[in-house]
């Protein structure tokens, strides 16, 4: 444990050249998921890992929890480093995971008293039902597992992360397959949590999750960190949009007269033009083309594919 009275670690999470590489089962080849992460992620922050499936999210995760061991690098959980001190360094997080693991014949109080058990916390400083209170189940305290929704199990599972008070809450990916008024409530709660000063890193592949709640976004792709950075910068970053415009007369290439632009001509005849919609507008553009002499038939716009803006980002346009 932290002595009373030292200072609070200025870093909730540090990664340093973290690598994992996954022995292949049978005749597969070894997976390299993790190819040397640096991360700083500052206590107190709402902070992003953002990523399209298999670019290492989870691997990162699972590490700092425990789940799997590290083949090269460090990382350490509010100033415990993960392999010298484990006990600390897992005692300081509550991970959420994606999966809805749970053992069916037990009620959510008593799963919440096993988990409090099992970081030994001791029972006269357990707040088993404030949290089941805090997560809506409080009136679910005695049912059983498998008779609550999935949406109950989801909040269940975000319940058994915060049985220690971990000053490091991660999820995993908390709103996939989830509905969009228990999100809410996913995210009120998360949010009152990380007012009261809590750390939160939240895993996803959906950019608007990211973009409504985090601080600092860091796009991980392929199992290294592309980029890192303030919220607002990593959007403008990725505020593209595309300009889909179908000419009334088929074209054979992109007019000269739009070379400064970046257009291209579709396979479909389609001519499509990538802007970002802080610089230019869609009238301007429009104005632009009709002056190259393209009649427009159809136009549409386009927002930007993450994959895209990944393969953008490592690709170092
Ligand atoms: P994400 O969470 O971003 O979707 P993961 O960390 O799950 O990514 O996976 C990263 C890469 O490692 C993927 O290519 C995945 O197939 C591979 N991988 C994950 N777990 C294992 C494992 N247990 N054995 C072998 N390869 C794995």
Known sequence: ??????????????????????????????????????????????????????????TFINILGGLVVKTGGQASIWGFDITADPRNARGAIGIVPQELNMDPFFTPYESLEMQAGFYGVPKAER??????????????????????????????????????T??????????????????????????????????????????????????????????????????????????????????QTALEAPPPALADLDAVLRKDGALAITYGSGARTVEGLLDRVKAAGVAIKDLSTEEPDLEDVFVALTSGQ
């Open 127 to 164: 707040r088993t039902d404030e949290i089941l209170d805090a997560v809506g189940l409080l009136d679910k305290r005695d049912a059983y597992s498998r008779t609550l929704s999935g949406g109950m199990k989801r909040r269940l599972l975000v319940a058994k992360a915060l049985v220690h």
């Open 1 to 58: 444990m932290r002595e009373p009275g030292a200072p609070l670690p200025d870093l909730a999470i540090e990664a340093r050249g973290l690598e994992k590489t996954y022995r292949g089962a049978g005749k597969s080849p070894p997976k390299q998921a993790l190819k040397g992460i640096d991360l700083a992620i500052p206590r107190g922050s709402f902070f992003g890992l953002l990523g399209p499936n298999g670019a290492g999210k989870s």
């Open 166 to 247: 971990p000053p490091v809450v991660v999820l995993d990916e908390p709103t996939a397959g989830v509905d969009v008024d228990l999100r809410k409530q996913l995210w009120a709660y998360i949010k009152t949590l990380h007012a009261r000063g809590v750390t939160i890193v939240l895993t996803t592949h959906y950019l608007e999750e990211a973009q409504e709640l985090c601080d600092t976004i860091a796009i991980i792709n392929h199992g290294a960190v592309i980029a890192c950075e303030p919220t607002p910068q990593i959007l403008r970053r990725l505020d593209k949009r595309t300009l889909v415009i179908v000419p």
